[in-house]
């Protein structure tokens, strides 16, 4: 099964298994706030906020943070790829695209052509020369430019989000938070056909969400509060990271342009080419788009990757 069907499928899963907890008043919470009966932790900004809003080190915010800041630097992004359920009401935006069908046609006649090519000059310097992970950003005009390396839009909207819950004393953001709005529209519907209970939120919430995920398309890649403090902490990942074996790679060994992996990213990341890409490796979301986009299976993404393994490059050295 492509990682693509089964992301989607793990997405359904978590709204599923969460809104069976709503009918079934299980105590599992949300995506906001996890957890079985009493026992729950918090999101990372939200155990922020909740301390920002209360002023205090509340024990149950400094637990959850600990165990979301460990599965960020172990995973990464991989919550944004796999679990939440903002890409997955996005696609309902491209559902309805038009001529799907000629699309990929197009997409495979360019891919056809690509691999046909001969490297270019560009791609050969990107291939001969490597930008290391503690690079001087600020001399290294093709690091400091990538999303996620320098403060972009979203670290501003943390910026906000944190400064608001400080002045206001309570969680701003949470109140327009786009997962938490999902979720609050499922317990609404819920409310609706079970207890006929109507309120103004049932008109406002959809609206606000609409907004969010219809209006402002690229919602996280330059919004998203979480995505950005996610990526903060996910420069410390070290793990799962795509490994390419150049013995089957086209472009190191044949020679010939391929650049599957890169145009297959989401993220914006190039494995092959890291200098070349839009994003640095910390907004990876472990997505495996790559791995599934190489025509020969030269990219996999161990737990830990050699570093001296004859004929592989780890593409994470080349950030």
Do not use: Y
């Not at 310097?125 to 979203?154: E, I, M, N, P, V």
Request: some cysteine.
């Amino acid at each position: 099964m492509k990682s693509k069907k089964l992301r989607t499928l793990t997405a359904l899963a978590v709204v599923l298994i969460i809104t069976i907890g709503f009918f079934t008043t299980s105590g599992i919470g949300t995506l906001s706030a996890p957890g079985i009966s009493d026992i729950s932790i918090l999101c990372p900004l939200g155990a922020l906020t909740t301390m920002l809003a209360s002023k205090l080190l509340v024990p149950r915010a400094v637990i959850s943070l600990v165990i979301m800041v460990v599965l960020i630097i172990v995973f990464a992004r991989a919550f944004c790829g796999w679990v939440c359920p903002v890409p997955l009401v996005q696609k309902l935006r491209t559902a309805f695209a038009r001529n799907p069908k000629a699309k990929k046609a197009q997409d495979a006649e360019t891919d056809s052509a690509a691999k046909a090519a001969p490297l270019t000059a560009e791609e050969k310097a990107a291939l001969s020369t490597a930008c290391s992970s503690d690079c001087d950003t600020s001399a290294c005009s093709s690091c400091a430019k990538k999303r996620g390396q320098a403060l972009d839009s979203r670290h501003f909207v943390l910026g906000g989000a944190l400064l608001s819950t400080a002045i206001f004393g309570f969680p701003v953001f949470c109140l327009i938070c786009p997962i938490g709005l999902t979720f609050g529209l499922i317990a609404l519907v819920i409310a609706l056909f079970t207890e006929g209970d109507v309120t103004w939120s049932l008109i406002l919430v959809p609206v606000i969400l609409a907004v969010e995920l219809f209006v402002f398309r690229k919602w996280c890649h330059q919004l998203c509060p979480l995505s950005a403090l996610m990526s903060l902490i996910a420069k410390l990942n070290r793990t799962f990271k795509p490994t390419i074996d150049d013995a089957k790679c086209l472009e190191t060994s044949k020679g010939t342009t391929c650049g599957a992996c890169g145009r297959a990213c989401t993220e914006g990341i190039d494995p092959r080419h890291p200098q070349l890409s839009e994003a640095d490796w910390s907004e990876c979301t472990k997505c495996r788009d790559c791995v599934d986009a190489c025509p020969t299976k030269a990219i996999s993404m161990p737990l830990l990757a050699k570093k001296a393994a004859e004929g592989k490059t780890k593409a994470a050295d080349f950030q």
